[in-house]
């Protein structure tokens, strides 16, 4: 919480700005909205408590004083945290097992999938902010909503992610349309992508993504791109294709492959340069679409995508598990969220400014040591694995006390 704004002056200041944050920090780990009372109740009786053992705090603070002090913090104070985590898995090999070859050509230890995708994590009719986006409805009625851009490093086999900061879809200064999932994705770009620039990143995302300025930006930013293309949005990609086809200019390729007793046929078909849009000012892009079939001819699967990495029958497997893997960002990131005992969608505390992003941002960082903590102790997934929740570890029937290691 370095430079936090902090506007409190005398008998105001008797918590400090770091235990506010770690209060709501502690909230997010043990999945205990009643975490701060009981410590509070554990420090009066026993002169001690986990939430000074563990989390750090010198003194512990209700929940309305929480939410008050941290309202005035935009969550872009807590944003180098992730970086710097980042960089210590990183360091110890820890980011190793997500890292894919995709191109043959390739030196390095293998490139790194990033997943963009935007999710709601306040929705009322009546509950509002200046920092929410306002939605009119068709029937006249006006409902209220935050949402954020949760980026996450995902690889082809791979159930765990790992969080990046997240940028939010909020008003803009000096913008008088509201703020939308692409403008926030090129913000992200703008302010983050840079420091993943060395781990050779290529971006996925959904058909909002593989846009032509948005594609332009994740090039300039030194990345790829690897994004989901629907020919109701690209009818000019789509025309050059089905002329290719009729003049035998798009390659197909198949693999035959089983899963236990059933057999599957993966057909891949692919083209060169093609527009992603009209105009003579259109970025040239290579499509790859992967149509998936039983033994009996019914379709499983079927996509297509675009992108700027070379394709041939070598690699063209790998491409499309990749872009596959995209959907570790519902799956493992924010279905997880949601349903996991993070409760994001839950209103913590909404407030006039910051708090209610803020809040989203803090549990995020404990689902990151969540995902540390089991990506780096064998003890911490030995525990998980015979104890229910995570709430668990902090109740009374798990054994746990003041001082715990």
Partial sequence: MRAAP????????????????????AVFTTQSPSFLAYQRTMEQTRGQSNAQT??????????????????????????????QIFEALNAGGHIDPFRVSLEASEDGPGRLLIALDGTAYHSSHTIHCGQCTRIEHQNGAVSYQHTAITPVIVAPGLSRVIPLEPEFIVPQDGHDKQDCETAAAKRWLTTTAGRYRDQHVTVLGDDLYSRQPLCEQILAAGLHFLLVCKPSSHPTLY???????????????????????????????????LPLRAG????????????????????????????????????????????????????????????????????FGHGKKHLSSLLATLNLLAFLLHTVQEMTSHKYRLLRASLPTRQTFFDGSSGFRVGSP
């Avoid at 003194?59 to 309305?64: E, F, I, L, W």
């Avoid at 004083?65 to 005035?72: G, N, S």
């Avoid at 002329?243 to 057999?263: F, N, W, Y």
């Fill in 6 to 25: 902090d506007k409190r002056t005398g008998r105001n200041c008797v918590y400090r700005m770091e235990d506010a944050a770690l209060a709501a920090f």
């Fill in 54 to 83: 563990l989390f750090g705090m010198s003194r512990v603070p209700t929940d309305n004083c929480v939410r008050k002090m941290l309202d005035p913090v935009a969550p872009s104070h807590l944003f180098p945290l992730f970086t």
């Fill in 239 to 273: 025309e050059e294709v089905e002329g290719l086809a009729r003049a035998g200019g798009v390659t197909t390729h198949e693999i035959t492959r089983r899963k236990g007793k059933q057999t599957f046929i993966d057909t891949y078909r692919f083209a060169a340069e």
């Fill in 280 to 347: 003579l000012d259109a970025l040239a892009v290579h499509w790859l679409e992967l149509t998936t079939t039983d033994a009996g001819g019914q379709t499983i699967y079927h996509n297509a995508w675009v992108t700027r990495h070379t394709i041939h029958p070598g690699n063209v497997a790998a491409l499309a598990a990749a872009a596959r893997a995209r959907w570790g960002i519902e799956n493992g990131a924010n279905n997880t969220l949601k349903t996991k005992g993070y409760h994001f969608e839950h209103n």
